[in-house]
């Protein structure tokens, strides 16, 4: 099935600095999605990329696509304590009407 | 409503009785997913509900789980006789296009259901 790795599982560092995380999937996508999840509940959308765009940004968040090496990352600058949270990536594939979701990263932004 | 609303928000049962947990989705959203999701784990899909169509049930574990959803909107996923390993988080989305490709999900707060 298409399931989504994500690396690392988990990720601290220094207010100020940025954050990697790196999702990794098998079959083709139609696109790709990055949530954030507070204390094990609900799932807040942040970023949609489409299988033919390359890079997108909001505010903080740069995420990237490579459809040649089935990845993706999200890159979050000058992070703050408040960032804090697990991240997920979900796949959106062929015709499959539902996500598929990684494994998650755990960040924790120190301050 | 503003939001997806999930009841209840947790919920504690004894191993062997029958649990329902609710789903009221954004009005309008045709969409209607459940996943649930165990300690430190990712999202497990378990159904999917589209506009007037059949249900996609093909991530229900087992025939002790079933949902509903009535009138295009409320959706109850009920759970005959609970076992642990039912115990996780039970979340609900709902989305406004057909299907994934268009948007993200709106999820709910979920139901943290743990079995004793």
């Known amino acids: 099935s298409q399931q989504g790795e994500e690396d690392p599982q988990a990720l601290s560092i220094q207010e100020g600095e940025n954050a990697t995380m790196n999702c990794s999937y098998k079959?083709?996508?139609?696109?790709l999605q990055w949530y954030r999840q507070n204390s094990g509940r609900g799932l807040v959308h942040l970023i949609l990329?489409?299988?033919?765009?390359r890079e997108k940004h909001s505010g903080r968040l740069r995420v990237t696509l490579d459809t040649s090496k089935k990845s993706s990352s999200l890159l979050i600058t000058a992070s703050r304590a408040a960032d804090t949270a697990s991240y997920f990536c979900?796949?959106?594939?062929?015709?499959?009407?539902?996500?598929?979701f990684g494994s998650g990263t755990q960040l924790t932004v120190l301050p | 409503g503003a939001g997806v609303s999930q009841s209840p928000s947790n919920k504690v049962t004894e191993k062997g009785k029958d649990v329902e947990l609710r789903c009221d989705p954004i009005?309008?959203?045709?969409?209607l997913y459940w996943y649930r999701q165990s300690l430190g784990q990712g999202l497990e899909f378990l159904i999917y509900?589209?506009?007037?169509?059949?249900?996609?049930k093909s991530g229900l574990p087992s025939d002790r789980f079933s949902a509903e959803r009535t009138g295009g909107s409320v959706s109850t996923l009920t759970i005959q006789r609970t076992q642990q390993e039912d115990s996780a988080v039970y979340l609900c989305?709902?989305?406004?296009?057909?299907?994934?490709?268009?948007?993200?999900?709106?999820f709910g707060s979920g139901t943290r259901l743990t079995v004793v």
């Open positions: 009005s309008g959203h045709t969409a």
């Open positions: 989305a709902s989305s406004l296009v057909r299907d994934s490709l268009g948007g993200g999900y709106t």
């Open positions: 509900f589209q506009g007037n169509s059949a249900p996609d």
């Open positions: 990329i489409r299988s033919n765009e």
């Open positions: 979900a796949m959106s594939s062929g015709s499959a009407r539902q996500l598929t």
């Open positions: 079959t083709s996508i139609n696109n």
